[in-house]
């Protein structure tokens, strides 16, 4: 299998590089700098590489060498020697993730219904019909993994019928999809059932259930929204970071109608800039048949094979729920109506992971103030963990397949 991961490399290379030539200007070098033995900056600008703080803590350390004896050359030669293995790990880490076996694909399911490039997937089972809406950046087999790994597969064994909304990559039609199109999409996937669901909306699937839940209440008589962002401010400076680029990729956008694969990667990136390249330090170091290595390479995958965002989608995101926290401030709107939280009158079920770095828990627990009736579950787990980690069994599994047991349906 040709591996492109993890996307885009150039990125995540280079932010290595920039980790390292930062440590090595920041080294102490054994010639007296201000009273101390550590240079903390180049000459030509006091707060390069290190801030303020950070050049106290560098003078902090030089006074501790001297005063213990310890010459700063060795501290320096320490430093560079584990530079030098950090980022032969990294390369290993990389190349082991791309001599990797695939994953097996999982067995097809039936599809129920087609339109456009979404197609609505059975998974089959006996008792209540569960659509689940993942988000439209990635694919949605993060949902269906594979083998022990697919949450869906599961909730089928437990007495769910779930079923699947696959938004599919943006074809001819969706290069000029805006945000309330893939509502009226997911509505037009409600209305082709022969009876009402539960709707249950990942990430960024959470809006859009949302939105066609209180545009269609006769076809959802429960809610489950799972890491579903709310409160854009929660992102600091990162979300801010995140909407000033999109006059940088505007001309992207307007050459290609999409924001690419790689372009989505890097915002996402820019969030830990040194997280890949932490992660795959760490990859290099396991066997490739362990299960965990096994999992790591099906969650790389997928996240590798990314679809992009229509042109219009990616501004309002940016712009929008980024830049101008629309959700939150009762700003967005699809089809020309407000989307209020507070105007669903359904069971609701909202899970905020502990550890979510896409999606801050505060974005998502935002929601709880809203519809104050909900069940707010807080799963012991990250974003992507939650729904398809090693223990996503007792983080979320079992507790929604639980509440939605629970239910009280009005009768089918």
Avoid at 278 to 296: D, E, I, S, Y
Wanted: net charge neutral; charged share 15%; with cysteine.
């Amino acid at each position: 299998m040709q591996r492109r991961g993890p996307r885009p490399l150039p990125f995540h290379l280079a932010m290595s590089a920039i980790r390292a030539a930062a440590a090595n200007l920041s080294l102490p070098t054994g010639e007296p700098a201000n009273g101390s033995s550590w240079i903390a900056s180049p000459p030509w600008n006091s707060a390069w590489p290190l801030s303020k703080a950070g050049q106290v803590e560098a003078s902090r350390i030089a006074q501790a060498l001297a005063a213990s004896g310890q010459k700063p050359e060795a501290l320096a030669a320490a430093v560079r020697r584990q530079l030098i293995s950090e980022h032969g790990a990294l390369v290993a880490g990389i190349r082991a993730y791309r001599a990797a076996d695939p994953s097996p694909p999982p067995e097809p399911v039936p599809c129920l219904w087609q339109e456009g490039s979404s197609q609505l997937l059975d998974y089959g089972g006996a008792g209540p019909t569960t659509l689940f809406v993942p988000s439209l950046i990635n694919r949605a087999e993060i949902l269906d993994l594979g083998a022990g790994r697919s949450m869906l597969r599961h909730l089928s064994a437990r007495g769910m019928h779930p079923l699947l909304l696959d938004w599919g990559a943006p074809g001819g039609a969706e290069h000029g999809f805006t945000l309330t199109d893939y509502v009226l999409r997911l509505e037009a996937a409600l209305l082709a059932l022969p009876e009402p669901v539960v709707l249950v909306g990942y990430c960024m699937g959470g809006l859009l259930a949302l939105a066609a839940a209180l545009r269609q209440p006769d076809r959802v008589p429960a809610l489950a929204l799972l890491a579903t962002p709310w409160d854009f401010s929660t992102s600091g400076a990162a979300g801010q970071a995140t909407a000033r680029l999109l006059d940088l990729l505007e001309p992207v956008l307007t050459l290609e109608g999409t924001l690419p694969v790689d372009a989505i990667q890097m915002l996402f990136a820019l969030n830990e800039p040194f997280a890949v390249a932490h992660k795959f330090r760490a990859f290099a170091g396991l066997g490739l048949n362990a299960p965990r290595a096994r999992l790591f390479v099906a969650i790389e995958d997928w996240l590798n094979d990314g679809v992009p965002l229509a042109a219009a989608v990616a501004r309002e995101c940016l712009g929008g729920w980024y830049g101008e926290n629309t959700p939150m401030r009762g700003l967005w709107r699809v089809a020309g109506e407000p989307v209020r939280p507070q105007d669903w009158k359904g069971p609701t079920f909202l899970a905020a992971p502990h550890r979510d770095r896409i999606v801050p828990p505060a974005s998502a627990r935002a929601l709880a103030g809203l519809m104050p009736g909900a069940v707010v579950h807080e799963a012991a787990a990250g974003h992507v963990g939650m729904v398809a980690g090693t223990g996503a069994n007792a983080a979320l599994w079992t507790p929604l397949a639980e509440w939605i047991a629970g239910l009280r349906l009005p009768p089918l």
